[in-house]
């Protein structure tokens, strides 16, 4: 088996009016509850290497490659999971205080994320060494979510999408989806 390895470097960054393009994901699964029976949506959370709190998956997103291929390779070198990709939640702007470069030196960012059902949890991924994973329940999540803007992806993006999926069907994103344009 190939071994992972993190993506590094800005080389191949994409950044479109003045933003840093981002793709992430909010990790899910479902676990049963033994007192009710109900099933009870977990998130999965990684500490930040940069501050206090938890953040989930994200990352640049990259010249060769499409939007949901990012997502999907942040969620294996950060949290080391592997799954599905069911649903586009929305665009998040934020500013980063971290990450200024010459081509953002204001630092704003723009980050896609999108609903990712956990199908595997590898045993080593690329950034074991710096990154503990946390399975949460929502208000857990929403209580030690460093940043406002996850905060928002997760209320308003990943609730608001999952009670009308509870309510409904559950479709992967097509794969030939292209958010490049938006």
């Not at 989930?56 to 294996?76: C, I, L, S, Y």
């Not at 950034?127 to 503990?132: F, K, V, Y």
């Amino acid at each position: 088996m190939a071994e992972l390895v993190a993506r590094t470097g800005r080389q191949l960054q994409r950044y479109k009016d003045g933003c840093r393009l981002i793709a992430g994901c909010i990790p899910f699964r479902y676990r049963n509850c033994v007192e009710n029976g109900n099933k009870v949506v977990e998130v999965l959370m990684i500490n930040s290497t940069s501050g206090p709190n938890l953040v989930f998956p994200k990352g640049g997103w990259e010249n060769d490659e499409t939007v949901e291929q990012a997502a999907v390779r942040e969620a294996v070198e950060e949290a080391g999971v592997r799954g599905d990709l069911l649903h586009f939640l929305g665009y998040y702007s934020f500013k980063s205080k971290t990450l200024q470069d010459e081509f953002c030196p204001e630092g704003l960012c723009k980050a896609a994320m999108f609903a990712l059902l956990v199908k595997e949890e590898l045993q080593f991924w690329p950034e074991q060494s710096t990154r503990q994973r946390s399975w949460l329940t929502i208000p857990e999540a929403m209580e030690r979510c460093r940043h406002q803007w996850m905060r928002m992806a997760l209320e308003e993006g990943f609730l608001k999408w999952h009670e009308d999926t509870s309510k409904g069907e559950n479709n992967l994103i097509s794969s030939d989806l292209s958010l490049e344009q938006d």
